[in-house]
């Protein structure tokens, strides 16, 4: 069956009824907790003013003022000789920690500072190497057992990670379940997202894509200030951000299966339950027969069922067209999350209120969300993809031309930078699910995701050369968008078109600028007709 068909056989369910608008909530709700599950070590692993513990030294309390401000850091035991201060070594009795804003956090549980300094940033990588490890497993797992069942196993796994690290008794034990935790984040995140891709209409499609799960994960993210303002303990604070995941149980059985993963696996007569309980939820009449008279089952005893074929990785490389799509577009991925979070860590930190400036942070991806979705209506895919990257690495080298004493105007491009970063990025999750087929969608979408976490785990590095010189993390990171923005311009528009459901469907990259060249139009259409003889495999 082609996508054509199952929209074309669907239509009678309508766009906007109950059933979709149910689909449409429950499943945005689901990515809530994804906000905040790795933007929390900002709270939980923030590192507050410390000195070294004294309580049973006779020494002054300007000694104590020295070894923190002095060139120990807090990491060496000073003592007045002779008239002057004198370094004796590392604290031996450990660290005294101030409590103006935090009760505890995992650094001074542990006390991760000084020569353990590392292990601060060390735990999130942790973290993202476990949305790695996810982002490759939950396609393949997604395109074999269904996305219903993988987004509640790994929802289930995010929760339950989550409450056992609350009971850590070691910094290794907090790092071992942060990985599980990882794995479970980005694996039902993007279970969610194909999942309501599938699910729901083509219009509606694309609200779900930008002002569901986007601006849901954002509100997730704008909900951590607001419990770590009210929580002061990293434990207790954990256990709040990871008790709500209890809440989902219920939504098993109100979120059905995709019905065309399930056609995709010949299991034909539950896909046509699915849709008949949508339709008696819209209050809609369906037709006696609603797949079984489609040219897809028609269609079964001249081609392989796709039951009987079992798609891998390596049909994400397979055929020319395929491979393109799934090269191009792990590769704008990858540059694009490196400026994303490479801008986060390098933007001037604002002077006030922490809670307040990561409240701030996110109420911008939302409007950075919102403006996608208004434009989404109005523009092509690519355009949104390729105008913002294009305008975002050019504004990033401007910065090259700001004197250093104008550091507003500095923040206000790398913002500026940062919401066009931000809306293309939206957009990239919607012309990904459109370009990928559904056999292999999930584990496209993985692939995808896999590289995007590739891509945070090396942008703390931007930041880092920023010792060396003040502009150079933004020339690199200008360089870098700019050079996706011209890749982008390759990209097939997805715009209006049917879902691709083999392999055989799969869109063409624009190799001739936007394919206006007659002999590149004639090359693209004979290549096509080949790989259309050419058996499923």
Same mark, same amino acid.
């Given at each position: 069956?082609?996508?054509?068909?199952?929209?074309?056989?669907?239509?009678?369910?309508?766009?906007?009824?109950?059933?979709?608008?149910?689909?449409?909530?429950?499943?945005?709700?689901?990515?809530?907790?994804?906000?905040?599950?790795?933007?929390?070590?900002?709270?939980?692993?923030?590192?507050?003013?410390?000195?070294?513990?004294?309580?049973?030294?006779?020494?002054?309390?300007?000694?104590?003022?020295?070894?923190?401000?002095?060139?120990?850091?807090?990491?060496?035991?000073?003592?007045?000789?002779?008239?002057?201060?004198?370094?004796?070594?590392?604290?031996?009795?450990?660290?005294?920690?101030?409590?103006?804003?935090?009760?505890?956090?995992?650094?001074?549980?542990?006390?991760?500072?000084?020569?353990?300094?590392?292990?601060?940033?060390?735990?999130?990588?942790?973290?993202?190497?476990?949305?790695?490890?996810?982002?490759?497993?939950?396609?393949?797992?997604?395109?074999?057992?269904?996305?219903?069942?993988?987004?509640?196993?790994?929802?289930?796994?995010?929760?339950?990670?989550?409450?056992?690290?609350?009971?850590?008794?070691?910094?290794?034990?907090?790092?071992?379940?942060?990985?599980?935790?990882?794995?479970?984040?980005?694996?039902?995140?993007?279970?969610?997202?194909?999942?309501?891709?599938?699910?729901?209409?083509?219009?509606?499609?694309?609200?779900?894509?930008?002002?569901?799960?986007?601006?849901?994960?954002?509100?997730?993210?704008?909900?951590?200030?607001?419990?770590?303002?009210?929580?002061?303990?990293?434990?207790?604070?954990?256990?709040?951000?990871?008790?709500?995941?209890?809440?989902?149980?219920?939504?098993?059985?109100?979120?059905?299966?995709?019905?065309?993963?399930?056609?995709?696996?010949?299991?034909?007569?539950?896909?046509?339950?699915?849709?008949?309980?949508?339709?008696?939820?819209?209050?809609?009449?369906?037709?006696?027969?609603?797949?079984?008279?489609?040219?897809?089952?028609?269609?079964?005893?001249?081609?392989?069922?796709?039951?009987?074929?079992?798609?891998?990785?390596?049909?994400?490389?397979?055929?020319?067209?395929?491979?393109?799509?799934?090269?191009?577009?792990?590769?704008?991925?990858?540059?694009? #999350? $490196?400026?994303? !979070?490479?801008?986060? &860590? %390098?933007?001037?930190?604002?002077?006030?209120?922490?809670? =307040?400036?990561?409240? +701030?942070?996110?109420?911008?991806?939302?409007?950075?969300?919102?403006?996608?979705?208004?434009?989404?209506?109005?523009?092509?895919?690519?355009?949104?993809?390729?105008?913002?990257?294009?305008?975002?690495?050019?504004?990033?080298?401007?910065?090259?031309?700001?004197?250093?004493?104008?550091?507003?105007?500095?923040?206000?491009?790398?913002?500026?930078?940062?919401?066009?970063?931000?809306?293309?990025?939206?957009?990239?999750?919607?012309?990904?699910?459109?370009?990928?087929?559904?056999?292999?969608?999930?584990?496209?979408?993985?692939?995808?995701?896999?590289?995007?976490?590739?891509?945070? #785990? $090396?942008?703390? !590095?931007?930041?880092? &050369? %920023?010792?060396?010189?003040?502009?150079?993390?933004?020339? =690199?990171?200008?360089? +870098?968008?700019?050079?996706?923005?011209?890749?982008?311009?390759?990209?097939?528009?997805?715009?209006?078109?049917?879902?691709?459901?083999?392999?055989?469907?799969?869109?063409?990259?624009?190799?001739?600028?936007?394919?206006?060249?007659?002999?590149?139009?004639?090359?693209?259409?004979?290549?096509?007709?080949?790989?259309?003889?050419?058996?499923?495999?």
């Amino acid at each position: 069956m082609t996508s054509l068909d199952y929209d074309e056989v669907t239509s009678f369910l309508g766009e906007r009824g109950p059933f979709q608008i149910t689909i449409f909530v429950l499943l945005s709700l689901s990515t809530v907790p994804n906000g905040y599950t790795g933007m929390a070590m900002v709270f939980l692993a923030d590192t507050p003013s410390y000195r070294c513990r004294t309580s049973h030294r006779n020494w002054t309390s300007a000694n104590l003022s020295l070894a923190e401000d002095g060139s120990g850091g807090g990491c060496l035991e000073y003592r007045l000789l002779n008239g002057s201060s004198n370094a004796t070594g590392l604290c031996v009795d450990g660290w005294e920690y101030s409590n103006e804003r935090y009760h505890s956090t995992i650094v001074t549980e542990w006390d991760l500072v000084c020569e353990d300094a590392w292990k601060v940033p060390f735990s999130l990588t942790i973290f993202f190497m476990g949305v790695l490890s996810g982002s490759f497993l939950s396609g393949e797992l997604s395109d074999r057992f269904g996305r219903k069942v993988v987004l509640f196993a790994t929802m289930a796994i995010q929760t339950l990670s989550s409450l056992v690290q609350v009971a850590s008794v070691s910094w290794e034990m907090f790092c071992v379940f942060f990985f599980f935790t990882g794995i479970g984040q980005i694996s039902n995140y993007m279970a969610a997202f194909v999942l309501g891709s599938e699910l729901l209409g083509r219009n509606l499609r694309v609200v779900y894509s930008v002002l569901g799960t986007c601006v849901f994960y954002a509100l997730g993210y704008a909900f951590l200030p607001l419990c770590a303002y009210l929580v002061r303990s990293w434990r207790l604070l954990l256990a709040v951000l990871s008790l709500p995941g209890l809440l989902y149980i219920p939504l098993w059985w109100f979120i059905p299966e995709s019905p065309r993963w399930l056609l995709a696996k010949g299991r034909v007569q539950e896909a046509e339950d699915i849709i008949r309980a949508a339709a008696r939820k819209n209050g809609i009449t369906p037709p006696e027969v609603i797949f079984k008279d489609s040219d897809l089952l028609l269609s079964e005893k001249s081609e392989p069922k796709s039951s009987d074929v079992s798609y891998s990785y390596l049909d994400l490389i397979r055929t020319p067209k395929m491979r393109n799509i799934t090269v191009l577009n792990s590769v704008v991925w990858l540059i694009t #999350t $490196i400026t994303y !979070f490479g801008l986060s &860590l %390098s933007t001037p930190n604002m002077n006030g209120d922490p809670y =307040l400036n990561c409240l +701030l942070s996110a109420l911008m991806e939302v409007a950075a969300y919102v403006l996608a979705w208004l434009l989404l209506k109005l523009l092509p895919r690519k355009a949104l993809i390729t105008f913002p990257l294009l305008t975002a690495g050019l504004v990033l080298l401007l910065i090259h031309a700001v004197p250093p004493e104008n550091s507003g105007l500095s923040v206000a491009l790398a913002m500026g930078a940062k919401l066009g970063v931000t809306a293309a990025f939206s957009v990239l999750y919607i012309s990904a699910v459109e370009q990928f087929p559904t056999v292999v969608r999930g584990m496209g979408m993985g692939v995808c995701s896999m590289c995007s976490k590739t891509g945070s #785990t $090396i942008a703390p !590095f931007f930041p880092y &050369l %920023s010792h060396y010189d003040r502009i150079l993390p933004y020339i =690199l990171m200008g360089v +870098l968008t700019m050079l996706a923005g011209l890749l982008s311009i390759l990209m097939p528009e997805t715009r209006g078109v049917p879902l691709p459901e083999d392999l055989s469907q799969v869109q063409t990259l624009n190799w001739c600028c936007c394919c206006c060249s007659p002999a590149c139009s004639r090359k693209r259409r004979k290549t096509e007709k080949a790989e259309q003889l050419q058996p499923n495999v």
